[in-house]
Structures are given as C-alpha cells and as structure tokens.
T-cell receptor, first 110, second 114 residues
Framework: GQSLEQPSEVTAVEGAIVQINCTYQTSGFYGLSWYQQHDGGAPTFLSYNGLDGLEETGRFSSFLSRSDSYGYLLLQELQMKDSASYFCAVRDPGANNLFFGTGTRLTVIP | DAGVTQSPTHLIKTRGQQVTLRCSPKSGHDTVSWYQQALGQGPQFIFQYYEEEERQRGNFPDRFSGHQFPNYSSELNVNALLLGDSALYLC?????????????FGAGTRLSVL
C-alpha cells in the first residue's frame, strides 16, 4: 500500500519562507509531485522530483531524498495568494494515476 | 486552449438516486481519471479511462462506473447514492504515459446527497 504524511496546517507571514514536508511509504516509487488547490478550485501541478535533489520553479522549489522517503515543498517570498492547500502525491505502481496525501493548508498572514 | 471542463458544477440528490457527471479533457489529452475529494482530504482515485476502456481502478464499489467516448470525453455514474458519496468529484486528464504524470484537473462537481 501507499501512505503519505504531511502536516495538516501551516501558518506563515507574508514575505517569509515556508517549508511543507512530506514523508511517504510506497510499494514502488515513481517520483514525488506537488499540487496546489485554492478553496473551490482545481488542483494544479506545481513541481515534480524523480531524482534526489532540488527542483526550482520561480518562488517554488521542491526537494526529494529517496533514501529517506522524504520530500518538501519550499515557498519563498510568500504572498497572500499562496494561501491554499498543498498536496504531495506519488504515482501508483505500474499505473498512470496519482495517490495523494491529505494535504497541508497554508495560511499566509500579513 | 480549453482546459478540463466538468458539468454540472453543483448537484443535489437524495439517497438511492443515480447521478451522472461529465468531463471534457484538455485538448490533445487521451486519458481521463476521476477522483473523489471529501472535505479536508486529498483527492482519492476512483478509476481511469484510456482508449474507451477502464484501465485502473481504485478502492471504490461497483456502484461507481464510467465511460469514455471516442472524443475522449468521459462520464462518471454513481448508482444507489449514499450520504457518504457527498464530495467534490474531480476529473483529470493527461496524455499517455509520461514520467512526470502531470494531471490537469477540472474545477469539479460538488455532489450533495441528502
């Protein structure tokens, strides 16, 4: 089976940096993805790590350590619009669908 | 370029009824997946359609069924609705098998079962 663990809630100040962690247990590993979902909106793809290390996309970065079964999403220069839920996800073994974590609700405060 | 579209946006049904939700994938995408998202939870995989066939299925009962049409659009049918079926139903499209497996989601159909 698969399991993903993320903190349920995180609060951070506008302009600051926040890190959202994700630990996983999978029967086969095919990369770690991150999705953002605003209230009432569709989940949207943010980042993907297939290999160990850091991937950077603008203000967002994602890190993976396969030996530790651990990854994180780093959001820099936080803006109010970053208030949303963030999900880590892994691919189901041998399949083309995603298994999602329960999500981290990020609240950015002034 | 139209993204993933779903209809209807909201739906209210009573227990025991049947419901059909519809999805049009992003232009050029051939694979459609359906997810159920309960309040405060992550999306949970229901099933995936490719070439008009169900290719993978999550841990959902047979009351949940689907279909994919030649134009790649898809329907999700739920029979004998239960109160616990109340959720946001998300459709996601993708193109074949790719390493990143990026799923493009629609805004969902909010189903309320009374």
């Amino acid at each position: 089976g698969q399991s993903l663990e993320q903190p349920s809630e995180v609060t951070a100040v506008e302009g600051a940096i926040v890190q959202i962690n994700c630990t996983y247990q999978t029967s086969g590993f095919y990369g770690l993805s991150w999705y953002q979902q605003h209230d009432g909106g569709a989940p949207t793809f943010l980042s993907y790590n297939g290999l160990d290390g850091l991937e950077e996309t603008g203000r967002f970065s994602s890190f993976l350590s396969r030996s530790d079964s651990y990854g994180y999403l780093l959001l820099q220069e936080l803006q109010m619009k970053d208030s949303a839920s963030y999900f880590c996800a892994v691919r189901d073994p041998g399949a083309n669908n995603l298994f999602f974590g329960t999500g981290t609700r990020l609240t950015v405060i002034p | 370029d139209a993204g993933v579209t779903q209809s209807p946006t909201h739906l209210i049904k009573t227990r025991g009824q049947q419901v059909t939700l519809r999805c049009s994938p992003k232009s050029g995408h051939d694979t459609v997946s359906w997810y159920q998202q309960a309040l405060g939870q992550g999306p949970q995989f229901i099933f995936q359609y490719y070439e008009e066939e169900e290719r993978q299925r999550g841990n959902f009962p047979d009351r949940f069924s689907g279909h994919q049409f030649p134009n790649y659009s898809s329907e999700l049918n739920v029979n004998a609705l239960l109160l616990g079926d109340s959720a946001l139903y998300l459709c996601a499209s993708s193109l074949g098998w790719q390493e990143k497996n990026i799923q493009y989601f629609g805004a969902g159909t909010r189903l309320s079962v009374l």
